[in-house]
């Protein structure tokens, strides 16, 4: 080591000011790894704006636990020695240089990262003792860290303490300058010093607790492997423990709280993953951990037991973290299962939740290639400012694009699935084919086919005998006397014992109307014996019981209400069936086909012998009127039972004829010609080679495609894409693509076959039944999160944000277990990025409320 020229820059000692803030900004990429605790003890050990669960990494640094012990008592005696009474924590805080400039060529040919020869410097002990500042010079050179101040004032206390250390030599050295290179991330324990002109290196892991030298003797590597160097580390670890727990029980219990508070969180987790499931609120995270620690659950009990700081990790602010950590991992999952497949369908539908906020959500349905498994899950769910079509575009645009970037890949939109919104079926897909995928096939939400064909059907033949029950049913149960009238009715007429609540009716949903048709006609008897009981009460709501009662014990009233009730039930079955999850559009056209055949034999059917006996016994129950002003006797309401069944067979027959045209009509004109091709994939063993090939569908994926818009604006939006698939490709494998499939009748399960036996025989198939499983049914999906929006954002819970809403909708309809493996990442990810969830800090375990106040407070920002 050689010295160099002695002059000192005026601004030095205000630019080690700068190089403390400058290294402190570094530091924090070496946080996270255990071995980094004792290395950095000097720098970031008193730093309160560290998170406490960061704490606990430093059980697996690099000194054994043994050798932590063993220095526990002797720390704790240094600790009150008067030599450090002027030693702050302040002082230890790192304010070291690492800011560059130019150094000299000679230096740099010299350069040795670890391994380099090092002469010891060291500050002589001549009679009484003199301060290091009057004997240091403050250089500076580019990327090397020379000792500050602070650890100046640290180092003359160590020499007033042990005043026999040799901080300096006085033999003539070589003049070198520090190499940069040593300073490595590696090494950041290690400082420069000049003195008289002279470099040398110091430990400042070591300063803290070396009794007998300093030096960095040799070389820095076999310095950072010497029996001092890992002893200063270890009993670094250990005054961190004594500061932290200030007591020889406290000391002892913190060798395994690393391994109790990963219990601890463990617990913590699986606690918020249960409310989040069963859709609690989340201020209730705090009150299920007390009752675990009340019922002295192990995990928590045993951790408050050796922790004397509490750390609460169930705050509020904690919470939120946890929020994110949870959302972290399902966003890991989703991305992992998107890498699997190449070609995706969007699913889109928008609402509004109970703040009247608009929601638009977006769901993807996929394949993994490597089971053949159809995927349909919620990806983004937030609010939207803009509705129209353009609007709804640049939402899923932005969606696409930051999906794309996260996967490492661009996927194919072969198929969108909206409902018939104007702005969804005309302005949204057609910007979605114009300007990201031309493959993209508008496919309307066949429940939403359903139900305007129900509709339409209803509305043109029995509107009227469904308004009028509908009515009298919403007029019964919306007072609690005429509902206790209801239910003494149906015991009166057997219908119930106990008596049966009038089904909610669904407003939009009308094949979900066969509940309350179906509720009246097994109760018929009973509410007309109810209703005439309310007409003759002369109290509120009288003369509209006469008028419903009057209206209902019409034979062709009665008639179209038994009647709707055979006609809605097919067709309720068949929206349950389609709603279910991975089904194709191969399998719609079959349950279309049985839907129509039960509605078809609707009439042949009906029970004309079990509905003379309803109109029989509803006769006993009429109201009985007043007759003229001077009689005084009473007489009873009559009507008709009288009918004619031709008629109302004929009447039955058109209507049902009508409900058949309606859902030929809705199904037909929507996507008829490609599921009349799909269909055919759906069986192929039935079809020969040649008519495979020939299909349209064939056709189409292995030629190009263009599709042009005209936006709102006038803008026009063209786009061209190329094949799909090789037309040579499935033309060799057509074979074994057939012998593969022999025998299987649904995509699904070609699919599965396909995923085990296919992908290396018939690849190009296998892709092409790729793209004809995403083709879904409907927007379901996207229905399904509104129903579980609308039990998570209730009017108590309003103020959640979108972000929340989003994380907490998903886990609670996704299909994700908490297994041990999910565990352990959530857990990782919450220990390792504290600070997140606005300023993190982990408050301490004070029952008080103080503590209290401002939880509440801050849950009020954050949520």
């Known amino acids: 080591m050689v010295g160099s020229s002695n002059q000192v820059n005026e601004w030095q000692s205000m630019e080690l000011v700068v190089q403390n803030i400058s290294f402190d900004s ?146 003539k050295q070589k003049k070198v300058k520090p190499s940069r290179h040593w300073f490595s991330k590696d090494h950041l324990w290690l400082r420069a010093v000049c003195s008289n002109g002279i470099y040398g290196l110091l430990c400042v892991d070591c300063g803290e607790f070396a009794t007998n030298k300093t030096l960095i003797e040799r070389s820095i590597q076999q310095h950072q492997n010497s029996d001092l160097h890992r002893e200063s580390r270890a009993r670094r670890i250990a005054a961190e423990i004594v500061k932290n727990n200030g007591n020889i029980i406290g000391q002892l219990n913190c060798v395994n709280l690393e391994n109790q508070t990963k219990k601890y969180l463990s617990v913590l987790l699986q606690t918020l993953w249960f409310i989040i499931k069963e859709e609690i609120a989340l201020m209730k995270f705090k009150s299920f951990v007390e009752l675990l620690h009340k019922v002295e659950c192990p995990g928590v009990v045993e951790w408050l037991n050796l922790s004397n700081v509490k750390q609460r990790y169930w705050s509020h602010e904690a919470t939120s973290e946890w929020l994110i950590s949870i959302n972290n991992y399902i966003n890991h999952q989703q991305i992992s299962s998107l890498k699997k497949t190449e070609f995706i369908n969007l699913i889109i539908d928008e609402t509004k939740d109970v703040s009247v906020k608009s929601m638009v959500c977006i769901c993807l349905r996929y394949i993994e290639k490597e089971n053949g498994m159809i995927k349909e899950e919620i990806f983004k769910l937030e609010s939207i400012h803009d509705q129209s079509g353009e609007g709804i575009f640049y939402v899923v645009e932005e969606f696409i694009d930051n999906l794309q970037k996260q996967v490492g890949k661009k996927f194919v939109i072969t198929a969108q699935t909206y409902d018939g919104a104007a702005c969804m079926r005309f302005q949204a897909q057609g910007h979605v084919q114009s300007r990201l995928s031309a493959w993209r096939i508008y496919i309307y939400c066949r429940s939403h086919l359903l139900n305007l064909s129900v509709k339409d059907a209803i509305e043109y033949s029995f509107y009227d005998a469904f308004d009028t029950i509908k009515s009298a049913l919403i007029f019964l149960s919306d007072n609690p006397n005429r509902l206790e009238i209801l239910f003494n009715s149906q015991k009166l007429t057997s219908s119930s014992k106990k008596g ?342 982990v408050a301490l375990f004070l029952e008080t409320d103080q503590m209290k106040n401002d939880d509440d407070e801050h849950f009020s920002n954050l949520f």
């Open 26 to 171: 570094t530091k924090h990429g070496i946080e996270s790894s255990p071995n980094s605790a004792c290395v950095l003890g000097n720098i970031n050990e008193y730093d309160n704006s560290s998170s406490h669960h960061d704490l606990t990494n430093m059980g697996s640094s690099t000194p054994s636990i043994n050798n932590i012990l063993s220095c526990i008592k002797q720390t704790s005696t240094c600790e009150q020695d008067k030599s450090f009474e002027g030693f702050s924590p302040a002082q230890l805080n790192g304010n070291e240089s690492h800011s560059e400039t130019t150094t000299d060529n000679e230096s740099e040919k010299n350069e040795f990262e670890s391994d380099v020869d090092c002469t010891p410097l060291s500050i002589p002990n001549i009679g009484n003792i003199t301060p290091a500042h009057s004997l240091v010079t403050f250089n500076h050179i580019e990327g090397v860290k020379f000792i500050t101040t602070q650890e100046l004032n640290f180092i003359d206390a160590q020499r007033e303490k042990y005043p026999s250390i040799q901080w300096f030599t006085e033999d």
């Open 500 to 841: 049966h609540k009038v089904p909610k009716l669904s407003i939009t949903r009308w094949s979900y109307s066969y509940e309350i048709v179906k509720f009246a006609c097994h109760h018929y008897s009973a509410i007309i014996l109810a209703l005439s009981t309310i007409s003759q009460s002369r109290s509120n709501g009288s003369s509209d019981g006469r008028r419903y009662v009057t209206d209902l014990m019409k034979p062709v009233v009665a008639f179209q209400i038994h009647l709707l009730r055979d006609i809605l039930r097919p067709a309720m079955q068949f929206l349950r069936q389609i709603e279910k999850r991975g089904l194709c559009l191969d399998q719609f056209a079959l349950n279309v086909s049985a839907a129509r055949e039960t509605i078809s034999q609707a009439m042949n059917n009906f029970d004309f012998i079990k509905f003379r006996t309803t109109l029989n016994n509803i006769k006993d129950f009429s109201p009985v009127v007043t007759l003229t002003s001077h009689s005084t006797r009473l007489q009873q309401h009559t009507t008709s039972t009288d009918i004619d069944e031709n008629e109302l067979r004929k009447m039955g027959n058109d209507f049902v004829q009508y409900v058949l045209e309606s859902l030929d009509n809705r199904f037909d004109a929507e996507a008829k010609e490609i599921i009349e091709n799909l269909c055919v994939f759906s069986s192929p063993s039935n079809q020969s080679p040649e008519d495979l090939m020939n299909n349209p569908l064939i056709q189409k994926y292995t030629s190009p495609i263009s599709y042009k818009h005209k936006g709102v604006d006038g803008k026009i939006y063209e786009r061209t894409d190329q094949p799909l698939l090789n037309l040579k490709y499935l033309k060799d494998d057509v074979y074994a693509f057939s012998k593969i499939t022999e025998g299987i009748t649904t995509i699904p399960a070609i699919l599965s076959k396909l995923a085990k036996f296919g992908s290396e025989q018939c690849p190009e198939w296998f892709r092409f039944y790729q793209i004809l499983g995403t083709f879904a049914i409907g927007s379901n999906e996207a229905e399904r999160m509104f129903s579980t929006l609308r039990r998570i954002k209730t009017w108590l819970r309003n103020r959640l944000s979108d972000n929340t809403v989003e994380i907490l909708l998903k886990l609670s309809s996704l299909d994700i277990q908490l297994t041990d493996d999910a565990v352990n990442f959530i857990v990782e990810d919450f220990v390792k990025n504290p600070g997140r969830a606005k300023s993190r800090n």
